[in-house]
């Protein structure tokens, strides 16, 4: 069976709509590292699932998110930097 080049093409369209497979490892990696208690895997999971190109997050929760889990956080604002999602500050 030939496939044409139309179908070609709209396969490859397809194709890019998938987010690349080191990037779901990424993701998956850093959410088996976070605290299972924190709310930063709901971040996470939100922004992940939502493909957001940015996030609303309020100054007392980051502050918050320093004093509790600094290194989780820092691993969160390095996912979301690698993955061009702007942080807006409220």
């Given at each position: 069976m030939e496939i044409s080049r139309s179908q070609e093409q709209h396969n490859d369209s397809l194709d890019s709509l998938d987010p690349p497979a080191s990037d779901a490892t990424d993701t998956a990696r850093l959410l088996a590292e976070l605290n299972?208690?924190?709310?930063?895997?709901w971040l996470v999971e939100r922004v992940s699932r939502a493909k957001l190109p940015w996030v609303v997050i309020p100054d007392t929760a980051i502050t918050r998110w320093q004093a509790r889990d600094p290194a989780g956080w820092e691993q969160?604002?390095?996912?979301?930097?690698?993955n061009a999602v702007t942080i807006v500050r409220i």
């Open positions: 299972p208690h924190s709310d930063l895997i969160v604002s390095k996912w979301l930097a690698v």
